[in-house]
Nanobody, 119 residues
Framework: QVQLVESGGGLVQAGGSLRLSCAAS????????MGWYRQASGKQRELVAS???????EYADSVKGRFTISRDNAKRSVYLQMNSLKPEDTAVYYC?????????????WGQGTTVTVSS
């Protein structure tokens, strides 16, 4: 299983910025999908943004125009630049990757990093 190490969470005031990073351990297989999910207290985990190996991105409507996802395939890393943060962005953010292996795709999750946005 791919190990994911996340960093970059913290406490920020509304309107501020944070950058999340996630690095995947080495593997003989390539990563197709990389993304970020979040789970606020008492709510279900939801997709924030994802990016395919070819660069195609997808964003939740709530973060469009404020968050930008990017990846470095050579470093097996994915990043989430979060600008104009709002209190409703407060959540635990999880890195998610899908590795292409013989027979299908194998998903892995990070341990989560907490983002708290104060009003």
């Amino acid at each position: 299983q791919v190990q994911l190490v996340e960093s970059g969470g913290g406490l920020v005031q509304a309107g501020g910025s944070l950058r999340l990073s996630c690095a995947a351990s080495e593997s003989t297989f390539s990563i197709d999908l990389m993304g970020w999910y979040r789970q606020a207290s008492g709510k279900q985990r939801e997709l924030v943004a994802s990016i395919l190996s070819g660069g195609t991105t997808e964003y939740a409507d709530s973060v469009k125009g404020r968050f930008t996802i990017s990846r470095d395939n050579a470093k097996r890393s994915v990043y989430l630049q979060m600008n104009s943060l709002k209190p409703e962005d407060t959540a635990v953010y999880y890195c998610h990757v899908e590795e292409e292996q013989p027979g299908g795709y194998f998903a892995s999750w990070g341990q989560g990093t907490t983002v708290t946005v104060s009003s």
